[in-house]
């Protein structure tokens, strides 16, 4: 009787689990692409982002693959972000000025963009980042970049839209040192889509309501 | 849910073709469909009912009336929220959020029949045991699973229907309370009440 309950009871609970494993909802198949997209947008508190008046941008966007830089990119995608991004800044009351008019900000652009199914890091974008941006493109030659920012590991392939809001006009009060003081990212479905930029670029200023000159 | 439905057509069809088994003493099982209704702590990640739950047990008859046995038990939570911004303390997130929890219970449990004759039997129900959760919350599609092994109380009523005068097997129609401490991401419990209907039958 004992024998018979002990091997019962097994087989009941083997088909209580089997039974149970076909019976969870998959919320990603409930996703739309639009849904699938996140935004986040990480300022510095300590900024004072009235302090400053013009800013300067990428003529291009880096592309990141797996921690490798492949290059700089300017097709449909990046030359809208660029036009999103000086018309927005401009409405915010930031001046739109030449690299080489020592502007108060700086704004790059990266594509960053994981294919493996393995830990990935962003700390390791930031890590290189004084390799993918010459400092000295804004006139700042053999600074370093600070950003106190971190978005964490995922285990899935994505693709991310970066915007790093860099701060030269205390460049050099701060040790040499340019400092993200606002960072923009874009990530999920369809990132890079055409149609997509103009709800990415409002999206991440409309949570950033501080960020403006005025 | 199909493969649900297919267990508990096979179980019902394996039920009637007990029927001649006299009520006695000895195993029996309980196969219910379970809908959970979150409550308290839980309805700070979902508010909709599960209705992709079931729950059964294996029951050792030691009167006609007082039975003990194992149960296991599962309900798949899912909720969907509309996109809106996460203000942060030097940031923020905008995402659509989507929270699901599976609870898959394993309890020990004792009942008992508080009438032993008529066409309706009530019964009362107490039971102790592991809870295994499955919690994942979804920023857009981008997912921070988490599982839990906690402790579960869980508390029975509801009544015995039985098909034959001389069988134990009987339509169940019941209810249950959860309590289920859970402590994580800023909840303190994921209590849920159960709402469940089944079949008790004997095995030999």
Not at chain 2, 61 to 77: K, P
Request: aromatic residues 14%.
């Amino acid at each position: 009787m004992n024998r018979n309950i002990k091997s019962t009871t097994l087989c009941f609970l083997a088909i209580g689990f089997l039974v149970l494993n076909g019976c969870k909802k998959d919320p990603l198949k409930n996703l739309s692409n639009d849904d699938s997209r996140i935004y986040i947008s990480n300022y510095d508190s300590a900024a004072n982002f009235a302090s400053y008046k013009t800013f300067s941008i990428s003529d291009s966007a880096l592309v990141i693959q797996d921690n490798h830089f492949l290059g700089r990119v300017l097709g449909t995608y990046e030359t809208n972000v660029i036009s999103q991004l000086k018309q927005i800044m401009q409405q915010r009351g930031y001046t739109l000025v030449d690299s080489s008019a020592k502007p108060d900000l700086a704004i790059n652009i990266s594509e960053v963009i994981n294919t493996q199914t393995t830990i990935f890091s962003y700390d390791d974008y930031w890590d290189s980042y004084g390799y993918y941006y010459d400092p000295g493109y804004y006139g700042y030659p053999g600074y370093g970049y600070y950003s106190p920012y971190s978005y964490g590991s995922y285990t899935v392939a994505s693709a991310a839209l970066e915007v790093d809001l860099l701060d030269l006009k205390n460049a050099t009060a701060d040790g040499n040192k340019i400092t993200a003081i606002w960072v923009g990212l874009a990530r999920g479905e369809d990132v890079f889509n055409n149609n997509n930029v103009t709800t990415e670029i409002s999206t991440l200023f409309a949570q950033s309501p501080y960020l403006k000159s005025n | 849910m199909k493969s649900l439905s297919k267990f508990i057509i096979v179980i019902t069809v394996v039920l009637f073709a007990n029927n001649s088994v006299k009520a006695q003493n000895g195993l029996e099982m309980n196969v219910n469909y379970n809908v959970g209704l979150p409550t308290a702590g839980s309805k700070d990640y979902v508010t909709k009912p599960s209705f992709r739950g079931f729950t059964g047990s294996l029951d050792y008859a030691i009167t006609s009336q007082l039975r003990v046995g194992l149960g296991i038990g599962f309900n798949d939570y899912y909720q969907k929220y509309p996109r809106q911004v996460y203000n942060g303390s030097d940031g923020a997130i905008s995402a659509v959020l989507s929270n699901s929890i599976q609870q898959t219970p394993l309890i020990a449990h004792i009942n008992y029949t508080i009438t032993k004759t008529g066409f309706i039997r009530p019964y009362v129900g107490a039971g102790a045991g592991v809870n295994f959760i499955s919690f994942d919350q979804y920023l857009g599609e981008f997912d921070n699973p988490s599982t839990k092994a906690k402790a579960i109380v869980q508390g029975e009523a509801g009544v015995f229907i039985p098909v034959s005068r001389y069988s134990s097997t009987a339509v169940k129609i019941g209810g249950t309370y959860n309590f289920a401490p859970f402590n994580e991401f800023g909840t303190s419990n994921l209590n849920s009440w159960g709402v469940q209907a089944g079949i008790r039958f004997p095995l030999h």
